[in-house]
């Protein structure tokens, strides 16, 4: 016997301005199930509340509606306060009388009419509502990030210090991503690598965090909560627990002509190499493609002077499988390569930078390496191809962003800076130079972004242009830029020795096939999606898996840093619980009726459903049948749209719900 | 300003095309970056193109700039907007002649390209030699002047020895479908 209350609000004016709130009240008493039918000023406020509780516990309520706003904003209100009162939160429904009513007809008689047909829709629904209680799904305290760079590290230390298990994963021979191979930082021009060894070090020596570096994330299996993760630790051919990091192989290495990875191609090193001297783990790797003793058999110098016999030839990529329950994403980001063949020929226009053909046109991480005391030139500015030092240096913004033609769309957000910045580490260096910037827009929004523009520009004395550079040419050594300055409407040649190009920031390779073997969106540049651009940052659709840094969108360091700990946060709330409790709104699977075409299978968008057997007792195979694993389900409900037997269903929105709703309106 | 009565429906129509090719334009200026005839322009062409997304028409195609441009579409293909500035330029001297405003010099332009049009419908090929009798016939009855006439006379024996210049003309063998990409381009 249904004993439902109609709880009716009028928002403020916000609801009874359109809707007619007393006669709907009026109405609404009558339908089939219902014991009482009041309205309130503000249901949400706390004696609404209460005279919802009052109701549910004088009229021993077995089911209420309320009829207010969207259920986004005030579900959960009212589930909790009918919880307090002993009634099962999923016997309560909403009627949005204000997003879907109010707001959108201005007519009073039609609204109220239409208002009236809602209620009386989730009246008929709540009619054949279950009781419904939390799923629970076992959780393991473990967390894995993948990328080594400052996010993942941030993330990392974060989750570890808390006192949770950490699983880093990074592609490259240590971390410290890109941050490692910057010179200084803006707005403070401290040093990079003095900021974030410190840091790298905590990663290496913190008795929570078990690091796997030179490795990628081959498969990711299971679900919130339960992830299984295979990370391939691709052979490295030294032995890290028996090397020392003394040095000698490298040193030994006849072949020292290798491009190095970590300068950018600005400098060289061994075919056995640490990437860097700070680097974490110091332990060398060896380049399989330019050592000889690999590709043809001959050398062994390094295995010959190796005290610690750490050098191994035969070494091979190994499967390690980890069990975690969060997964934190912080692959980051690389600079565009405007110089090389690209993935389609949209994005092939920039031929007129001579990127890769003229060998001083650079770009920004190229020149970071070039100003670096850790770098190439151990801090002194020299430019590639004679070593001379650069008395004229053009920066030039928005190469490959916010360029709809051949280009990004978006704003790399942080090249504005960074060439403020590179302008004053070059005059700091060059002392009589001159620095140019062609800019578009100056974004420094940012604490003391903008002075430090302003310092660039009045104290060291850059050169501004308003205008984009259409052409570099080279003319005896120099390289002739043909650009415009836009305020003064007239084009600018400048003769410069040096162009530094700060091309477009872009998702780091590979991140697309992560994010399938992860679940997550991405857009079309590959960008990771959050959850919600401003309320769910860092938390993906994907239960379970976060992200933070430069893989969700351009980002400089300090808001990497803060979404990495945002990250952790996440985390560290789902591990405050023994378990994970999920909505049981979700859908279920009729096995006797289901026909195992696994239609579903293929259809369902979070690979919830599973393929499974039903067996006798002696093992003997009686039926196919889909499952859904509840661990998963998202409650989408599009398998119960596409099954052809009818035998999936949505609990909460049965068909014969959604059914009795329709003929309510009758 | 530019709703002045001397304008026609053909002009605002020209105008409407102009500022729908202008509306993507974010000022960044590699256009004018990238002009051969740039440094020479009174008006430089982002600065023509903002005249015209502010209903300026008359003034850009007022600007000595349009005259200038020789066509070459560098700054179309540059763009990373993806807007047709040379298609910008032809607009505005087509606004500029039909409202007359155009000087005998830079109705010079005009006239040589009428003539070269002239030059294809009929033959389609280019004759050089009849091309420069009737450019510089219309020239002088144009402006009467007559440095104009021999200005560039000595270019002439260079412009053969590198084969540039065909005393003899010749013709397409099938002029109907030059004449019906005439009759196309007309409608």
Redesign the interface.
């Known amino acids: 016997m249904a004993r439902i209350g109609v709880f009716i609000c009028w928002c403020g004016e916000n609801i009874s301005r359109h809707v007619d709130v007393e006669k709907l009240a009026e109405q609404c008493a009558h339908l089939p199930g219902v014991r009482c039918c009041l309205t309130y000023k503000y249901m949400c406020s706390e004696p609404g509340q209460n005279l919802i509780r009052e109701k549910i516990r004088e009229e021993r309520l077995n089911g209420m509606v309320v009829a207010s706003c969207s259920p986004h904003m005030h579900l959960k209100t009212f589930r909790k306060a009918a919880e307090a009162e002993g009634l099962n939160p999923y016997l309560v429904e909403m009627a949005n009388i204000r997003e879907h009513c109010s707001w959108v007809h201005h007519d009073v008689k039609a609204a109220t009419a239409k208002a009236a047909d809602l209620i009386r829709m989730a009246v008929a629904k709540v009619r054949r509502n279950h009781a419904l209680s939390p799923i629970r799904v076992p959780l393991t305290k473990r967390a894995l990030v993948i990328g080594g760079g400052v996010a993942g590290i941030q993330a990392a230390l974060d989750i570890a210090d808390a006192g949770h298990e950490v699983v880093l994963v990074e592609r490259e021979p240590s971390i410290g991503g890109k941050m490692a191979g910057l010179s200084e930082t803006f707005p403070t021009l401290d040093c990079s690598q003095c900021i974030l060894t410190p840091r790298m070090v905590e990663v290496g020596q913190h008795p929570n965090i078990r690091l796997y570096t030179y490795s990628d994330v081959e498969a990711v299996e299971g679900y919130v909560g339960n992830f299984s993760v295979t990370i391939r630790k691709r052979a490295r051919y030294v032995d890290i627990s028996k090397c020392t990091g003394c040095g000698a192989c490298w040193n030994a290495c006849p072949n020292k002509k290798t491009p190095s990875e970590f300068d950018f191609g600005m400098g060289k090193r061994s075919a056995i190499y640490v990437p860097f001297p700070q680097a974490v783990p110091a332990r060398p790797v060896i380049d399989a493609n330019a050592c000889t003793m690999l590709t043809k058999g001959k050398c062994g110098l390094c295995a010959k002077k190796c005290a610690a016999g750490a050098i191994n030839f035969k070494d091979q990529d190994e499967l390690i499988t980890e069990k975690v329950g969060a997964i934190v994403v912080a692959t980051g980001y690389k600079l565009w390569d405007i110089g090389k063949e690209q993935e389609n020929a949209k994005l092939a226009g920039y031929g007129?930078y001579g990127y890769g053909t003229y060998k001083d046109v650079i770009n920004s991480l190229q020149f970071e390496r070039l100003v670096s005391a850790s770098g190439p030139t151990g801090g002194e500015l020299r430019r590639p191809s004679d070593g001379a030092v650069p008395k004229t240096v053009v920066f030039i913004s928005?190469v490959g962003s916010?360029?709809?033609?051949?280009?990004m769309s978006y704003c790399s957000k942080i090249c504005c800076m960074y060439n403020a910045k590179h302008t004053m580490l070059y005059k700091h260096k060059v002392h009589d130079g001159q620095a140019h910037v062609f800019y578009?827009d100056i974004r420094a929004g940012g604490k003391n972004y903008d002075e430090f523009v302003r310092r660039a520009i009045e104290q060291d004395g850059a050169q501004y242009h308003?205008?984009?550079?259409?052409?570099i040419t080279e003319e005896n050594g120099k390289l002739i830029v043909?650009?415009?300055?836009?305020l003064a409407?007239?084009?600018?040649t400048i003769e410069a020795d040096l162009v530094v190009l700060a091309t477009a920031m872009r998702p780091a390779d590979g991140v697309e096939t992560l994010a399938q073997k992860l679940n997550v969106g991405y857009d079309e540049y590959g960008f990771l999606s959050e959850s919600h651009p401003k309320l769910r940052p860092v938390e993906t659709n994907a239960a379970g898996v976060f992200v933070c840094g430069a893989c969700q969108g351009p980002k400089d360091i300090p808001e990497s840093v803060a979404q990495a700990s945002a990250a952790a946060g996440k985390v560290q709330v789902m591990f405050s619980r023994e378990e994970i409790t999920r909505e049981p709104e979700i859908a279920s699977i009729d096995e006797r009726m289901c026909a195992a075409c696994f239609t579903c299978v293929r259809a369902c968008p979070y690979n919830a459903i599973e393929r499974a057997e039903i067996r006798d007792r002696a093992g003997r195979l009686i039926k196919r049948t889909a499952r859904v694993n509840p661990g998963l389900c998202m409650g989408c409900g599009t398998c119960v749209a596409v099954c052809p037997s009818k035998s999936a269903e949505l609990e909460g929105f049965t068909e014969q719900q959604v059914y009795a709703m329709v003929e309510s309106l009758g | 300003m530019s709703n002045e009565s001397t304008n026609t429906p053909k002009h605002d129509a020209i105008e409407q095309m102009a500022r729908e090719l202008a509306r993507?334009c974010?000022?960044?200026?590699?256009?004018?970056?990238?002009?051969p005839v740039?440094?020479r322009m009174d008006?430089?062409p982002?600065?023509l193109i903002r005249l015209i997304q502010l209903g300026h028409m008359a003034k850009a195609a007022a600007a000595g700039a349009i005259w200038e441009c020789v066509s070459c579409q560098?700054c179309t293909a540059?763009?990373?907007?993806?807007v047709d500035c040379a298609a910008i330029m032809d607009a505005l001297r087509e606004f500029s002649v039909l409202r007359g405003t155009a000087s005998p010099e830079q109705n010079r332009t005009v006239i040589f390209q009428r003539a070269f049009l002239d030059n294809i419908r009929r033959y389609g090929r280019l004759n050089e030699v009849e091309l420069i009798g009737r450019f510089k016939t219309k020239a002088f009855l144009n402006d009467l002047s007559i440095p104009m006439l021999f200005k560039d006379a000595l270019l002439g024996p260079q412009m053969i020895r590198r084969g540039k210049f065909h005393l003899r003309g010749e013709k397409v063998r099938d002029r109907d479908v030059v004449t019906r990409i005439f009759e196309k381009c007309n409608q």
Request: proline residues 4%; positive net charge; aromatic residues 2%.
């Open positions: 007129e928005c916010r360029d709809n033609a051949k280009g578009m308003r205008g984009r550079v259409s052409k043909r650009g415009v300055d836009t409407g007239e084009p600018v | 993507d974010y000022q960044c200026g590699k256009c004018s970056a990238g002009c740039g440094e008006v430089v982002n600065r560098t540059r763009c990373p907007q993806n």
